[in-house]
C-alpha cells in the first residue's frame, strides 16, 4: 500500500513537471525568432525548444496527476520543477559556445535571478542569447511555480497555500481566501511593473532591445547586463535612478501591490517601512564615506554609493563602479545582502520579515530576564506571532547560517582561492545577489575560471537560495527516506 502511494506522489511529480516543461518550451521560440529575424545563430534555440517540448510530453504520458497535500512531496514538486527546468533551459547555451555545466550555470544563475556569469565578454553574445538570460530572470523572478498557479487550473488539485509557501517560504504560512485568483492579480502587477519600467527606460534614452532586457533584469532583481560593465555602460543618472526605483519595487511584496490596487489593506507594512530605512540609512552613510574617503565629489559620491548599497541589500548585483578596493563599502554591502527585501518579493537574502521577528525575540527574551513580568510576546505589524513562527524564523536563521559557514570552507577546499573570494562567492550565489567582493568575481570579473566541481557545487547555493533553503532540504531528506525504505 505504500509502495503504491509513493508511486502514485512519483507520478504526479513527474505529470506537473512535464506540464511545465512543455509551457517553458515555447518561451525558447522567442530568442529564436530574435535571432533568425536579425541574422544569428537560431537554431541552438530551436533543438531547446523541440528537446523540452518532447521531453515533457512524454513527461505528462508517463506521469498521471493525483491529489497531493503533504509538504514533502509539494516540497519535491517545486524543487524537482525548478531543477528539471533549469536542466533544459541550458540547452540553448550549450549548443551556442558553453559546455554544459558552463551552460547549467549560467541557466540557474538566470532563473534563481542570481546574476553571476561565465561570459568573459557578455558584448559578444547574440541578441537572441542576451533576450534569454532577460527571460530568464523574467520568470525566476516571480517564480516558476507561482506561474504555475496562475496558468494551470489543474494545479487546484494540489494544496495550493502549501504549494505557494513552497517556493515563498519567507512569509508566515497563512492561508490566502481563494489563491489562485490572488496570484493571478499578483502575476499582473508583476509583469505590468516589467513593462512600466522597460517603457521608463526607453523614455530615458535606452535602446528599446536594451529597455527591454534590463526591464526584466531590474524588476526581477537578477542583474544580468547587456554590457560588461553593467549598467555603467551607459554613464547617465537618469537611468540610474530608475533602475534604483524599480530594483526596490522588485524588493517590496508583491502581495502588497494588489493589496493597495483593491483597497483591501492600506495599512503600514513594518517590514516595508524598515526596507527603506535600511536603504536610505545604508545609502547615506555609503555616500558619506566615498565623499570623505575616495574625494569622489558629492555628485559622484551619491550616484555610486546609493546605486551600490541599493544593488547589494535587493540582491540584484547590478554595478556602476568597482567597489572592490572601498573597504567599508564591501563589507558593509557584504552584510547588506544577507539582509535582502522584503517577504513575497523577487529580493533574496534572509529578508526583513526574518530580522524584524529574530530582533524583536531577542529584545523581548532580555526584557523577560530583566523582569519576569515583562511581556515576552513577539508582535509584526499589530499582531502576536505564535511561538511556533518565532520558532521558525530562529530555525530558518540557524539552518541559513550553518549553510553558510559549511560552504565557505567546502568552497575553500574546491577551489583553493583566496579567503574574500571563498567567501564573497558563497554569500554571492546563497543570497543570489550575483558579483562578489574580489577582483575575480568581482564587477570586473566573473565566475568562468572555476572548475566544474565549483560551478555546480555554487549552482547548488543558487537553488538553496532562491528556494529559501527548506524545499531542497526537505526534498534531498525526503529522497533518503524513499531510498532506506528500498
Given amino acids: 500500500m505504500e509502495s503504491h502511494q509513493h508511486l502514485q506522489t512519483l507520478r504526479s511529480i513527474v505529470f506537473i513537471v512535464g506540464v511545465f516543461l512543455l509551457l517553458f518550451s515555447l518561451t525558447m521560440i522567442i530568442p529564436a525568432i530574435t535571432n533568425k529575424y536579425l541574422g544569428y545563430e537560431w537554431e541552438n534555440f530551436l533543438t531547446g525548444f523541440m528537446v523540452t517540448c518532447v521531453s515533457g510530453a512524454t513527461f505528462v504520458l508517463l506521469g498521471k496527476l493525483s491529489r497531493l497535500y503533504r509538504m514533502p512531496a509539494i516540497f519535491t514538486v517545486t524543487s524537482c520543477t525548478w531543477i528539471v527546468l533549469s536542466l533544459f533551459a541550458a540547452i540553448p547555451f550549450y549548443f551556442s559556445s558553453l559546455s554544459y555545466v558552463d551552460a547549467l550555470f549560467e541557466t540557474i544563475s538566470g532563473l534563481t535571478t542570481t546574476g553571476a556569469t561565465v561570459f568573459d565578454d557578455v558584448e559578444k553574445l547574440s541578441p537572441g542569447m542576451l533576450l534569454w538570460r532577460a527571460i530568464l530572470h523574467g520568470i525566476g523572478g516571480f517564480g516558476i511555480i507561482t506561474i504555475g498557479i496562475a496558468i494551470f487550473p489543474m494545479l487546484k488539485i494540489l ?93 517590496l511584496p508583491f502581495l502588497s501591490y494588489f493589496k493597495i490596487i483593491r483597497r483591501l489593506d492600506i495599512c503600514h507594512d513594518e517590514q516595508v517601512s524598515y526596507f527603506v530605512k535600511i536603504v536610505i540609512i545604508a545609502s547615506l552613510v555609503a555616500c558619506f564615506w566615498l565623499y570623505k574617503n575616495i574625494n569622489l565629489g558629492i555628485s559622484l559620491s551619491f550616484r555610486y554609493g546609493t546605486f551600490t548599497i541599493t544593488s547589494f541589500i535587493t540582491s540584484t548585483g547590478y554595478v556602476i563602479c568597482n567597489y572592490v578596493d572601498w573597504s567599508f563599502i564591501s563589507v558593509l554591502a557584504f552584510f547588506l545582502t544577507f539582509v535582502g527585501g522584503c517577504s513575497g518579493s523577487a529580493s533574496g537574502g534572509i529578508k526583513i520579515f526574518r530580522l524584524i521577528v529574530f530582533l524583536r525575540a531577542i529584545v523581548s527574551r532580555f526584557h523577560l530576564l530583566l523582569s519576569s513580568d515583562a511581556d515576552n510576546k513577539v508582535r509584526f505589524n499589530g499582531k502576536t506571532l505564535a511561538n511556533d513562527e518565532v520558532r521558525s524564523v530562529f530555525t530558518f536563521f540557524a539552518i541559513y547560517i550553518l549553510t553558510f559557514a559549511v560552504s565557505s570552507v567546502v568552497m575553500s577546499y574546491l577551489s583553493n582561492t583566496d579567503f574574500i573570494t571563498s567567501i564573497s562567492s558563497v554569500s554571492a550565489t546563497l543570497t543570489n545577489s550575483g558579483p562578489g567582493f574580489s577582483n575575480l568575481i568581482g564587477p570586473s570579473g566573473n565566475y568562468s575560471s572555476f572548475s566544474n566541481g565549483v560551478k555546480l557545487f555554487l549552482s547548488f547555493l543558487m537553488l538553496l537560495g532562491r528556494l529559501e533553503i527548506l524545499p531542497i532540504y526537505f526534498c534531498i531528506g525526503n529522497l533518503l527516506l524513499l531510498s532506506k525504505k528500498k
Wanted: hydrophobic share 45%; net charge negative.
Fill in 159 to 251: 494544496s495550493l497555500n502549501n504549494l505557494l509557501y513552497s517556493e515563498y517560504s519567507d512569509a508566515t504560512k497563512r492561508r490566502l481566501p481563494n489563491t489562485r485568483s490572488v496570484v493571478v492579480h499578483v502575476t499582473v502587477i508583476y509583469y505590468s511593473l516589467i513593462l512600466l519600467c522597460i517603457f521608463s527606460y526607453y523614455l530615458a534614452g535606452m535602446p528599446l532591445f536594451d529597455a527591454i532586457c534590463h526591464g526584466m533584469s531590474a524588476v526581477s532583481t537578477g542583474g544580468f547586463a547587456n554590457y560588461n560593465d553593467s549598467i555603467g555602460h551607459y554613464n547617465n543618472p537618469l537611468l540610474e535612478a530608475i533602475t534604483i526605483i524599480f530594483m526596490i519595487l522588485g524588493s
